[in-house]
Nanobody, 125 residues
Framework: QVQLVESGGGLVHPGGSLRLSCTAS??????IGWFRQAPGKEREGVSS????????TYADAVKGRFTMTRDNARNTVYLQMNSLKPEDTAVYYC????????????????????WGQGAQVTVSS
């Protein structure tokens, strides 16, 4: 059974940092992605990593501030979020692409098959 478990959300002041973790179990994955959804907005891609070679992709809104890494031994990916802004406030989800559907659209949430439960990130003073 495929399971994705996120942790690490919380409340942080603007300019602060948080690190999200996502532990995947039950299968091998082509890619893992991070997505977010703010109230009243569509879900959007934040970053993704191809598990075979570690290739990462970032949304323009987070480039230079967020870093996605992986620990294959622990089946865990991380999203280090620095210089956080109020507009980063959202529920963050990790998701897995099992079969490579996201190869040409690494930030398209429609290409990811399995989803975690979400972690709330709130950036506020």
């Amino acid at each position: 059974q495929v399971q994705l478990v996120e942790s690490g959300g919380g409340l942080v002041h603007p300019g602060g940092s948080l690190r999200l973790s996502c532990t995947a179990s039950g299968w091998s994955y082509y890619a893992i992605g991070w997505f977010r959804q703010a109230p009243g907005k569509e879900r959007e891609g934040v970053s993704s990593i191809r598990t075979s070679d570690g290739t990462t992709t970032y949304a323009d809104a987070v480039k230079g501030r967020f870093t996605m890494t992986r620990d294959n031994a622990r089946n865990t990916v991380y999203l280090q979020m620095n210089s956080l802004k109020p507009e980063d406030t959202a529920v963050y989800y990790c998701a897995a692409d099992l079969n490579g559907a996201s190869w040409n659209s690494p930030l398209d949430y429609g290409e990811f098959d399995y989803w975690g439960q979400g972690a709330q990130v709130t950036v506020s003073s």
